[in-house]
């Protein structure tokens, strides 16, 4: 712990320069801890960061500075799917063990209309984790609000890793057709 608060514009310096060094998300207790401040805090820095056009992403395992040659170097699909709640780690591990990175899952609701949960998986432990914390937290998945439909965007290095598992969600009775 940080035995002295850091203030405003140097801590939000401090945090933008932490996630662009860093290849792994990190956690808003972890940006509390080394700078002295409450997770509060830290959530209000990172929205005042967003607001200044900085691609920030926050997911379920923490902060990211989404670097623009990321965004450059992969490919994008978007796919719609429909499972039920106990099928959505099978969904997500067939997704990863493909090579694809799952950035996202996107609903339609009646009310509020499309709303969207950053995931930002791409490998086993990653879904192991988000699953454990689904679970650990009772969370209701998106998915659940509209009967198991749901999108993902989803990215690979190359489209042959996408049209694989595609073809794999597909032969699984995952995809919506």
Partial sequence: ?????????????????????STAPIT????????G??????V??????????????????????IKPTQEEQTVKQVIACQHTP??????????????????DVMIEHPI???????LMLNNRNDVIQFMTKMRDTKALLLS???????????????MEHIEAAVNALKQRGFLLN
């Avoid at 808003?28 to 700078?35: P, R, V």
């Avoid at 106990?86 to 950035?103: A, F």
């Fill in 112 to 118: 509020y209309g499309d709303l969207t949960g950053s």
């Fill in 1 to 21: 712990m940080t035995s002295k608060k850091i203030l405003g514009e140097e801590r939000r310096k401090l945090i933008l320069s932490w996630l662009k060094s």
């Fill in 44 to 65: 209000q820095d990172i929205s005042i960061l967003k607001a200044r056009n900085h691609p920030l992403l926050a997911t379920a395992q923490g902060y990211m500075y």
């Fill in 28 to 35: 808003g207790n972890e940006l509390a801890e080394k700078t």
């Fill in 86 to 103: 106990e099928e959505t780690e099978e969904e997500l591990l067939l997704l990863v063990d493909h090579r694809i990175t799952i950035r």
């Fill in 37 to 42: 401040v409450s997770r509060q805090v830290i």
């Fill in 144 to 158: 659940e609000l509209t009967e198991g439909v749901h999108l993902h965007t989803i990215e690979a290095d190359r």
